[in-house]
């Protein structure tokens, strides 16, 4: 019995130790920034979602989308009849918000969430608003293809690190 417990630890040991990744897997400190944006495109792609009402998915969301690190802003879903919106109330932003262009995770938020039609932010002395008629008009095809087009949410992001 007890040979069999440890014999079955030693399976789970090596087990996990082949899931863990080496110093050579992670990319280097030199990685091209087309990497970092793979990677956000990637999480955007990956916590999508078709309401606003999903909290976890929409929290998710802002911080791939680049609003800034948790903890640094408060949420405020309109979930209970159009038009749906995000609030994205800064507490503490690293810099004034006038100084700052919300338009391309504003627009990544409209993408990846379908039936959001407003993201607002707000902040100490400043207030921003994007529509998802707006980012549509400003893009030049639906917004809404960010969330339903892979390549064209990677190129997206690729050109807001450009």
Known sequence: MVRNVVASLAVGVVALAGCTSSPADAPS?????????DDRAQALWADRTAYVGDNSK??????????GPAGSYTLSLWTTRPPYAVTIA??????????????????LLLGTVTNLDAVHVTGPGSTFSL?????????????????????ALADYVRSLDD
Do not use: C, Q, Y
């Open 29 to 37: 400190p030199g990685a091209s920034g087309s990497v970092a944006a």
């Open 131 to 151: 529509t998802a008629r707006e980012a549509t008009a400003t893009l030049g095809h639906d917004v809404k293809t960010l969330g339903t087009d892979r390549a």
């Open 90 to 107: 800064v507490t503490d932003p690293a810099k004034p918000l006038d100084a700052t262009d919300l338009t391309g995770p504003a627009t």
């Open 58 to 67: 929409v929290i998710a969301l802002v911080g791939d989308a680049g609003f």
